[in-house]
C-alpha cells in the first residue's frame, strides 16, 4: 500500500466509526455491533435450521461416504456422509440467499452495504459470495490458514485490484456466540500489509510460526459482525463447544476485480449502498 489510509469518502452514512475504520485498514478487520437486531437474529437462525433439514433429507440420497455438493433452488450444499449414509458434515452452503429470501435480505442489509461502500470507497459493488457457515459440535469442520484473496484467484485468474486497497470485504454475520471455545475466527493483526497479488503464496504453504502467537480471537455475540480485508491470514479451528456456532457471510468487490459467476443463483448481482 503507498499511504497508511486512503480517503475516506462515504463515512457520513456508515456504521463504522472512524476508529472502526482505522482499523480495518492498519489491522486488517474491524466489528461492527449489534448490526442485526435480536428479531433479525430469531430470523435468520430459523432460516439456517431450515437449511440444515434440506442438507439432511437430501444428504439421504447421496449414499454412502459421498463428499461433495448438491444444488436446492440455486444454492449449492458442501456436504460429506458417514458409512450409513447420513449426514456427517455440512461445510457450507454457498448462494444460500438462492435457497431462502430472508437469509439473501440479511446478507444485503443495509447497514451492511453502507459499510462495505464506506471500505471499498465506491457506491456500488458486486455481491459475491452469500455463505451459510455451521459449525455444529463435533462436526470436526476447520479452515485452515488462508487469505481470502487467495479464493477469488483460484475463481478467478484474472482477478483484479481495482482501488489499489485489496477491492474486496467479507462480512462474517454472527448469529450465535463466537469465541475460542466453539471454533471462533483467528486473526492476524496487520499480516494484510506488504502484500501484493503478484508472487502470492497460499498462506498454509508459507507459514510463519509467529501467526499463532499473534492472532487475536474476536468475541462475537448474535448479530455482531466482523468485517475482514482479503490479505488478510486467518483460520478457524473446530468447535469443542456443546452448541452449534453459526455465521452468515456475504462477501463483495469492487467493479470489475472479478470476472467469474459464483456458486448461487443470487450472487454476481451489482448492488447500490442506500443512502449515500
Same mark, same amino acid.
Given at each position: *500500500? ?12 456508515? &456504521? ?18 449489534? #448490526? ?7 430470523? !435468520? ?24 455438493y448438491f444444488y436446492y433452488r440455486g444454492?449449492?450444499?458442501? !456436504? ?6 447420513? #449426514?456427517?458434515?455440512?461445510?457450507? =452452503? ?10 439473501? /435480505?440479511m446478507s444485503r442489509h443495509p447497514k451492511?452495504? /453502507?459499510?462495505?461502500?464506506? %471500505? ?10 452469500? /455463505? ?12 485452515? &490458514?488462508?487469505?481470502? =484473496? ?23 454475520? $454472527? %448469529?450465535?456466540? $463466537? ?7 483467528? =486473526? ?16 498454509? @504453504? /508459507? ?7 499473534? $492472532? !487475536?480471537?474476536?468475541?462475537? $455475540? &448474535?448479530?455482531?459482525?466482523?468485517? *475482514? ?9 473446530? @468447535? ?14 469492487? &467493479? ?13 448481482? *451489482? ?6
Amino acid at each position: *500500500m503507498e499511504h497508511p489510509l486512503p480517503e475516506r469518502r462515504f463515512g457520513k452514512h456508515s &456504521p463504522l466509526s472512524e476508529t472502526d475504520w482505522r482499523q480495518f485498514f492498519e489491522d486488517g478487520y474491524c466489528s461492527i455491533r449489534h #448490526l442485526l437486531s435480536g428479531d433479525e437474529v430469531t430470523l !435468520v437462525e430459523a432460516s439456517l435450521h431450515h437449511l440444515i433439514e434440506i442438507a439432511e433429507q437430501r444428504a439421504a440420497f447421496m449414499g454412502r461416504h459421498f463428499d461433495g455438493y448438491f444444488y436446492y433452488r440455486g444454492a449449492q450444499f458442501v !456436504v460429506a456422509n458417514d458409512a450409513y449414509g447420513h #449426514l456427517e458434515k455440512l461445510c457450507r =452452503v454457498c448462494g444460500c440467499g438462492s435457497a431462502d429470501p430472508t437469509l439473501l /435480505q440479511m446478507s444485503r442489509h443495509p447497514k451492511l452495504l /453502507q459499510a462495505f461502500a464506506d %471500505i471499498l470507497m465506491s457506491e456500488q459493488f458486486e455481491h459475491l459470495i452469500c /455463505q451459510f457457515h455451521p459449525k455444529l459440535p463435533g462436526d470436526k469442520v476447520i479452515f485452515p &490458514p488462508h487469505r481470502d =484473496v487467495e479464493h477469488r484467484l483460484n475463481a478467478d485468474p484474472n482477478w483484479s485490484d481495482m482501488n489499489h486497497w485489496g477491492s474486496y470485504v467479507v462480512a462474517v454475520i $454472527a %448469529i450465535d456466540s $463466537a469465541g475460542s471455545g466453539n471454533g471462533g475466527l483467528r =486473526v492476524v493483526p496487520g499480516s494484510h500489509r506488504h502484500v501484493g497479488l503478484n508472487g502470492l503464496e497460499p498462506a498454509r @504453504n /508459507q507459514p510463519d510460526p509467529q501467526w499463532t502467537e499473534q $492472532a !487475536v480471537c474476536p468475541e462475537l $455475540a &448474535p448479530g455482531d459482525v466482523l468485517l *475482514m480485508h482479503p490479505y488478510l491470514v486467518h483460520w478457524s479451528d473446530a @468447535n469443542t463447544g456443546s452448541h452449534p456456532r453459526f455465521s452468515l457471510l456475504s462477501g463483495v468487490s469492487s &467493479p470489475g476485480a472479478n470476472h467469474n459467476s459464483y456458486p448461487g443463483e443470487c450472487t454476481n448481482r *451489482m448492488l447500490t449502498a442506500p443512502g449515500l
